[in-house]
């Protein structure tokens, strides 16, 4: 399943509102006069106020398509789709807010900005786009940035589900897509795999082919194998999440599908192509265990980091274990795009400051990552969660066999 951030994105359909041009002026009047001029000139008529030219309107969704276009070409053009998101966003487009702020949290293409980040998904919330309610969930949840709360993360969740439900029953297929992954997950909701199942359902219906992928995916766990129909049909239709579960049963020859490495190796090539990350991911790994040429698996593993795979990071900045250089500069992204085990390890480069060992530690902690925490009690730092947290972290580290977490 994709996360909710992609799965809103792909809903818009991959112009601009113009005005109307000045109207040329009337050619002046050559005919001979009707009948003679009087001797005393008739007062010249009141001049006609001049219009301003209406404005032209940014049209935001052509904007966000730039983007995403931008942002999933051969090359992935960081940069350029993050100042295309701009203009959607400043258009009031509330996805190209909600993407921008996702390039804006992870620090690719733009400056890394945590509360800018933030800043942008409230925005994109207000303006009907409930990936900016579900991110800023995200968020609070995994604690990427922010401190991890889960009572804040439901009160977010809860504004993506009324923003998604309301869309959905407009008819937009990515809404119902989203909102069916709230019920699949448990965020801010009941589980109820039967409802998401529903929505995903209905989101296929209305057009969304990552809705049918993730509709055939819960039938096949379900126990109807017909899913697998489903699946093929979404990526045939260009279902970037289609092509990419489907790779994965078909490597797998998982839910009692028969296995097939071949095709396996295609779907994910085509997940990859069309823009999903994981399915960029996983054609590399599957390339590196066939004991493929790291000429060919390199490419893939920097385009699924770019695109905000963290596990592509690390394992791109692994291949380069010649070069500590270019490979720390793999690991921060790692990093920042929220992998606590990178954070770690950029702790430990031999570049990095003690200050910047220090904030790079705490930043795995704030995200629960064990190993961090525990060598932040051993130096006598407080912990960077709510004080709860910090207290169930410390039993843990305790009960683990560290001493420093046990006194209190």
């Not at 112009?15 to 000045?22: K, N, T």
């Not at 049909?233 to 839910?255: E, M, T, Y």
């Not at 593993?301 to 692994?318: I, K, P, T």
Request: a neutral charge; one cysteine or more.
């Amino acid at each position: 399943m994709k996360r909710a951030f992609i799965a809103c994105l792909v809903a818009v359909a991959f112009g601009s509102v113009g005005c109307d041009a000045d109207k040329p002026a009337s050619p002046p009047n050559t005919a001979a006069p009707s009948a003679a001029p009087s001797a005393t000139p008739a007062a010249a008529p009141a001049a006609a106020p001049v219009k301003p030219p209406a404005p032209v309107t940014p049209d935001g969704a052509a904007l966000f398509k730039k983007a995403e276009g931008l942002l999933h070409s051969k090359g992935v053009d960081l940069a350029g789709a993050a100042a295309a998101y701009t203009e959607a966003c400043d258009a009031g487009f509330g996805r190209g807010c909600a993407a921008l702020g996702l390039l804006v949290q992870d620090g690719r293409g733009v400056e890394r900005d945590i509360q800018r980040a933030t800043q942008l998904y409230d925005k994109a919330c207000q303006a009907g786009a409930g990936v900016g309610c579900f991110n800023l969930g995200l968020m609070a949840l995994s604690g990427n940035g922010v401190a991890r709360d889960t009572a804040a993360a439901d009160g977010q969740f809860a504004r993506a589900h009324t923003v998604y439900t309301k869309a959905c029953d407009s008819g937009d297929g990515g809404a119902c897509l989203n909102l069916a992954f709230l019920y699949e997950q448990g965020f801010g909701v009941d589980k109820d795999v039967g409802k998401a199942k529903a929505l995903d359902d209905k989101g296929c219906a209305a057009g969304e082919q990552d809705a049918c992928a993730s509709a055939g995916l819960l039938a096949l766990q379900g126990g109807d194998k017909a899913g697998i129909t489903a699946i093929e049909a979404s990526c045939k239709k260009n279902s970037p999440v289609g092509c990419r579960i489907l790779a994965q049963i078909w490597f797998r020859g998982a839910h009692e599908v028969e296995k097939d490495v071949d095709g396996a190796l295609e779907a994910a090539k085509r997940g990859c192509q069309l823009g999903e990350r994981s399915a960029c991911s996983f054609l590399g790994a599957l390339l590196a265990q066939a004991n493929g040429p790291v000429a060919q698996v390199r490419p893939l593993l920097e385009r699924a980091c770019l695109l905000g795979d963290s596990g592509a990071c690390l394992a791109y900045a692994s291949s380069h274990k010649g070069a500590p250089t270019v490979a720390g500069v793999w690991i921060l992204r790692a990093c920042d795009i929220g992998d606590p085990e990178g954070c770690l390890y950029a702790a430990g480069l031999p570049t990095a400051t003690p200050e910047q060992s220090a904030d790079r530690i705490a930043r795995a902690c704030q995200m629960h990552f064990p190993r961090a925490c525990g060598q932040m009690v051993e130096a006598g730092r407080p912990l960077p969660m709510l004080p709860r947290d910090a207290t169930t972290m410390k039993k843990t580290l305790c009960d683990d066999g560290l001493q420093a977490a046990c006194a209190r």
